[in-house]
């Protein structure tokens, strides 16, 4: 199995522009994740979905953040308009949960907002 | 509201010695897993070991070992005959309730010195 896939691997963008970042979790898994770590706040989950329906979203930041997952293999976290305070690496993550609630993460995306 | 509590935001070892982070939770949950995961600079989220709360018998994985405490709510990790290839930030998670999502820690940053 390849593993949780994530794109763009890093993202620079400025300011305003629209940043959509992609995720593939292992062919399965039904539960995914999409985390946010920065400095300031370490690791925190943003968003996640059960059988492709969102169940938490209550760490989105912001109405400028929306996710998507339109089907098992595939999932979106796009920011519109993005903003400096913005930058951070993006993991996405999926589980199967009967497999003791271990999650299999990404290599992560490092965007970067000028 | 669960919360994960690593004291530690460094430490440091001599390659060949044994180390323990420290990692303390808090819960209401009876029925819960927690982990451990490493993330070396390549920032790939790694998981080292897991623990079922249920289980009374601490985990064990090759050099990595667990001591989890259940009452005094504490679960750290040793490291034994440490390697070069053990530095790295060491994250404490915790999983229960109704979902699996992660709560994560503040992360440990282990030095390996030769």
């Known amino acids: 199995d390849a593993g949780v896939i994530q794109s763009p691997r890093h993202e620079v963008t400025e300011m305003g522009q629209e940043v959509t970042l992609r995720c593939k979790p292992i062919?399965?898994?039904?539960?995914l994740f999409w985390y946010r770590q920065t400095m300031m706040r370490g690791l925190e989950l943003l968003i996640y979905?059960?059988?492709?329906?969102?169940?938490?979203d209550s760490g989105m930041p912001e109405d400028r953040f929306s996710a998507k997952m339109p089907n098992a293999s595939f999932s979106t976290l796009k920011i519109q308009p993005s903003e400096p305070r913005d930058s951070a690496v993006y993991f996405c993550?999926?589980?199967?949960?009967?497999?003791?609630?271990?999650?299999?993460f990404g290599p992560g995306t490092r965007l970067t907002v000028l | 509201a669960q919360t994960v509590t690593q004291s530690q935001p460094e430490m440091s070892v001599q390659e060949a010695e044994t180390v323990t982070l420290s990692c303390t939770y808090d819960t209401s949950e009876s029925d819960y897993y927690l982990f451990w995961y490493k993330q070396p600079p390549s920032r790939q989220m790694i998981l080292v070991i897991r623990?079922?709360?249920?289980?009374?018998q601490n985990a064990t994985e090759n050099r990595f070992s667990v001591n989890f405490q259940k009452a005094a709510k504490s679960f750290s990790l040793k490291i034994s005959d440490s390697q070069l290839g053990d530095a790295a930030m060491y994250f404490c998670?915790?999983?229960?309730?109704?979902?699996?999502?992660?709560?994560f820690g503040t992360g440990t940053l282990l030095a390996v010195q030769p």
């Open positions: 623990q079922e709360a249920y289980k009374q």
């Open positions: 062919s399965g898994h039904n539960s």
């Open positions: 993550a999926s589980s199967f949960p009967p497999t003791a609630n271990e999650q299999f």
């Open positions: 979905f059960n059988n492709n329906v969102p169940i938490d």
């Open positions: 998670a915790y999983s229960g309730g109704a979902t699996n999502k992660l709560i």
